[in-house]
């Protein structure tokens, strides 16, 4: 193992590529402690910084025929880093439970279609963002359709979309908003 310590982490990663599985518990040892400290400065839960440095080394193993020794070890294991930790955070958004205007619980969680929101009363949309709401969800147009009507582009739609259930979400939520 001695001999390990003494090889950079690329010829590593050579070795690694090629079966050597000491190889790799050497640039785990090395590079364990950073990658965790990378991980916990942006996540606080124990649990799930443990999740996405687990699968980052996961990751790296799945990769490490990709790696190309021109390269430096550590932009190619903190690449994996950041994207491994970007997809942990988009699918932990998406896992969230979406808000629908024409959805509620009622006091014992339960829910409560029953209720609906009369978006033209709702002071804090805008007149676009009531009627691009409107078009969406009661009238199911889709994303063109609504740009036409509004005289937008469909990425402005979009945006006005989000913004509206957003705000509808924080007034509904008693002020939650994620």
Known sequence: MNTYLNLS????????????????????????TRVYTYVSKRLF?????NEV???IFLKLHKQKARYLKKFLFVKFLYTICRSELLDFLKKKKLD????????????????????S???NKES???KKEQKALDLRYYSEKDFIEISKALGV?????????????KKLKIKYSGGYND
């Open 9 to 32: 982490d690329e010829d590593l990663m050579e070795k690694y590529k090629q079966g050597d599985n000491m190889a790799f518990n050497t640039i785990y040892a090395r590079h364990e």
């Open 45 to 49: 839960d124990k649990d799930l910084i």
């Open 53 to 55: 440095f687990q699968n």
């Open 96 to 115: 969230t439970q979406p808000f629908y205007e024409n959805v509620f619980l009622d006091k014992n969680g339960k829910q409560d279609s029953t209720q």
């Open 117 to 119: 929101i009369e978006l």
């Open 124 to 126: 804090s949309l805008s």
């Open 153 to 165: 582009s469909n990425v402005n739609v979009r945006k006005i979309i989000s913004r509206g259930l």
